[in-house]
């Protein structure tokens, strides 16, 4: 007999605990060519902001010997190229979906999670709140209790 592996989080029901990491996966085009999405509890997307962010030039990563170093600058098509052309995707994924929402203020989060909530694709947001590698936003949310609630 098969194990249930179904897990929920906040009222959300996945089928199995297995989820990409945010940022590490895009917008899951590129690991449908290597991967059944359908076998993953959640695909994570990669952060989305208000508007597209072109990111930090190249290079972006460093391999050490201690693993990686990135500095990706939350490079990423932005909501409206988002909705247009990632959300059909992402619908015909056959596995639950966790958008990652990045921004430089709280209004930014806001306006992009009200955004996502006119697409049922979009299962959960994931709030980005601890991304170093940018000028706003980022670490100024996650390093202070307050502002993170």
């Not at 290079?59 to 693993?67: F, H, I, M, V």
């Not at 059909?88 to 921004?103: D, S």
């Not at 009200?114 to 991304?131: G, Y």
């Not at 100024?140 to 993170?148: I, Q």
């Amino acid at each position: 007999m098969k194990p249930d592996m179904k897990v929920n989080i906040a009222g959300v029901e996945f089928a199995n605990p297995i989820m990409t990491a945010s940022g590490c996966c895009g917008y899951g085009e590129e690991l449908s060519q290597l991967f059944p999405l359908k076998k993953l509890g959640a695909l994570v997307t990669k952060s989305i902001t208000l508007a597209p962010r072109l990111g930090h030039p190249p290079p972006r990563t460093a391999e050490t010997t201690a693993g990686m170093l990135n500095a990706i600058g939350l490079a990423n098509v932005g909501i409206d190229n988002f909705i247009c052309d990632k959300i059909l995707f992402l619908k015909k994924c056959g596995t639950k979906i966790v958008v990652n929402v990045a921004g430089s203020k709280l209004e930014e989060y806001v306006e992009v999670c009200s955004r996502l909530n006119d697409h049922d694709t979009v299962d959960m947001v994931e709030l980005n709140i601890s991304c170093p590698n940018v000028n706003e936003g980022g670490m100024e949310f996650g390093s202070d209790p307050v502002m993170t609630e």
